[in-house]
């Protein structure tokens, strides 16, 4: 009751009975310039991903001497490793590994961002100055670095992978969400509601939160491909995903021994990372256009 | 200008010492026994215990604490745990190999990409929008490669196929021409990155200038279109630039561990991969504290230009 009571006050309708949060419509998937590239990208890679079991292809971690370092093929599209493994379904296995690293680290990012960001912000003084003191530490290292440093301490595997990445881009995102509730908390219609006695949770959930998800989002999505970058440089550097489970990154280092011999092993799945990184760009942008009509053109 | 860097200044210290904190209790968050983890499983009983007096991780955590704070402030950070040599002799050993790949890299990319950037935003400007739109795509797909895919593929078209630049092997300051040839494919890897984003940004910056009252007025003085867009658009657009320069290193340093890495030359990164694959928590955890120092010392650096060049910011 005293909410909606508060929504009548401050002239919004009552939204009460409406989804909290409202989403932004998927339609901009196929309507945007930006996300329909991304999609045009993503959707077809994600297909094969998840159709890899049906598909008649040599199982990743299934070896066969007799055909090693193989040219690219149509049994063998990707080619294959000095074991004999098939490179191309190794790299999809590596596809998964890679988008569930960056979905997870961008998940984890968002809510920890947006609960820190906003109590460092809404709250101010002493919180903020816990908050963002503790923020200024972590972003004394440069992101890759801290990442390394983390996977020292926490050992390689993917949960300590997301874990050390998370760590590394959550600093970034409380920042982020501090910034955008700094801003919102002077704007008029947050007065009116306080005017009238809104409470403070009220407040934030109703008025800022919604408001930040936007430029969020989009943040969210780079920081996605951000993450599958740096999952691959640690598994590269052999401190991230261990072989014999495939990882973009640990795949393109076993390839290095035999580049000249078998170029494909390493090139062909740094080419899927590159258009992965790409697409979750396409996608970022296409969010922000969406969500924002003032960036469109 | 003086006051402000004083507060700066202060505001290091402050981090800095929470960098230095943080990594001191970071590595006593080692699941498990500390000592064991770093031994590995070569040693139990009396051998441990005389490891763990030897790592002083026996002493309470205070006194651990305090010990640690005192070595960073004398800048000696005892020795490695598999060699026994003296850590901050190896680091400043590493040091001017890393330092000498990341200058050479920002050299060659602002040398790069600002007059790429400034190219591209005449252009848009222009109207050209097909040749603008080609260098704004290359740039953004150049940029999302990953560090060490772009180094492989230059390796194998550089060094193994047309075989112009030696692909790895020992780095030495005897002999300087070897050196660069060495460092040579290193610091072209980092570079097409680096001149990737500088030629973004640069693109933006001076494109939003370029409408500019002065720029009109630099226009309807009669001024070639060249000395216009050089000299009065993009020196107007050199704040963001110089942000940019100065955030960027963070992923330089980023860089040169996998570059290092991979051309297999002994600086910082090696040291510090060496590290955490033989275990070796002291090194690690002084490396990782040094590439922090160096990181928020170029921070710093880079707000003192930014406030020299443009006295109106405030902090």
């Known amino acids: ?106 998940l984890i990012s968002l809510a920890f961002g947006i609960a820190l960001g906003t109590a460092s912000g809404f709250f101010g003084k002493t919180v903020d100055r816990v908050i963002m003191g503790v923020v200024d530490i972590f972003l004394a290292f440069p992101s890759l670095l801290l990442a390394i440093g983390l996977v020292a301490i926490l050992g390689a595997g993917t949960v300590p992978v997301i874990c050390a990445i998370s760590l590394a881009d959550v600093p970034r995102f409380i920042r982020l969400q501090r910034s955008l509730v700094l801003s919102l908390k002077s704007r008029p219609f947050i007065d009116a509601a306080r005017t009238v006695q809104a409470p403070r949770l009220w407040l934030m959930t109703k008025h800022i939160v919604p408001n930040t998800i936007a430029p969020l989002l989009v943040a969210a999505s780079i920081t996605a491909a951000n993450a599958i970058l740096i999952e691959a440089s640690l598994s590269f550097l052999g401190l991230g995903i261990l072989p014999p489970e495939p990882s973009l990154g640990n795949i393109i280092k076993d390839g290095q021994v035999y580049l000249q011999q078998a170029w494909w092993i390493s090139t062909l799945p740094g080419a899927v990372i590159l258009l992965i990184a790409i697409s979750l760009h396409f996608l970022s942008d296409g969010i922000r256009e969406a969500l924002d009509p003032r960036a469109r053109k | 200008m003086l006051s402000y860097a004083m507060k700066r200044i202060m505001q290091l210290i402050v981090t800095m010492f929470g960098v230095v904190t943080l990594v001191f209790f970071a590595i006593r968050m080692i699941p498990g026994d500390p000592a064991a983890a770093m031994a590995g499983d070569n040693l139990s009983g009396a051998a441990l215990e005389e490891f763990r007096r030897k790592l002083g991780l026996d002493a309470p955590l205070w006194e651990q604490y305090a010990d640690y704070l005192l070595s960073v402030i004398r800048f000696d950070f005892g020795s490695t745990i598999t060699t026994s040599l003296p850590i901050a002799g190896l680091m400043l050993k590493a040091l001017p190999i890393t330092l000498m790949v990341a200058g050479f890299t920002m050299l060659l990319a602002v040398l790069i990409a600002i007059p790429l950037g400034t190219v591209a935003a005449f252009l848009a400007n222009k109207g050209k929008k097909k040749l603008d739109n080609a260098i704004t795509w290359t740039a953004m797909i150049v940029d999302l490669m990953p560090a060490f895919w772009t180094a492989l593929l230059l390796m194998l078209f550089l060094s193994l196929n047309l075989k112009l630049l030696p692909a790895s092997g020992a780095v030495s300051f005897e002999d300087p021409s070897l050196m660069l040839k060495r460092i040579a494919l290193p610091v072209v890897v980092l570079a097409v990155s680096q001149v990737a984003t500088l030629a973004r940004i640069t693109r933006t910056a001076v494109l939003e200038v370029l409408n500019e009252d002065y720029v009109r007025t630099a226009r309807s003085m009669g001024m070639s279109e060249m000395v216009v867009v050089f000299r009065h658009a993009l020196k107007n657009a050199m704040l963001p630039i110089i942000t940019i320069v100065g955030l960027s290193f963070g992923n330089l340093l980023n860089g040169t561990v996998i570059v290092e890495f991979i051309f297999s030359i002994p600086g910082i990164g090696t040291l510090l991969v060496y590290g955490i694959n033989s275990r070796d928590y002291p090194l690690v955890q002084n490396v990782i504290l040094f590439y922090a120092f160096v990181f928020v010392a170029i921070n710093f650096i880079t707000d003192m230009v930014y406030k020299k060049v443009d006295p109106r910011v405030q902090f």
């Open chain 1, 1 to 106: 009751m005293k909410q909606e009571a508060v929504a009548r006050a401050v002239g919004q309708p009552a939204v009460a009975s409406r989804p909290r949060i409202q989403l932004p419509y998927l339609s901009f998937l196929y309507v945007n310039k930006n996300a329909k590239w991304a999609m045009v990208i993503l959707l077809p890679i994600l297909l094969i991903t998840f159709l890899a079991p049906f598909l008649p292809l040599q199982a990743p971690l299934e070896s066969n001497i007799r055909a090693s370092l193989n040219a690219p093929s149509l049994e063998h599209p990707f080619g294959t490793d000095k074991l004999g493994r098939d490179v191309f379904s190794r790299t999809l296995s590596g596809i998964k590994v890679s988008l569930f690293v960056g979905m997870t680290v961008a």
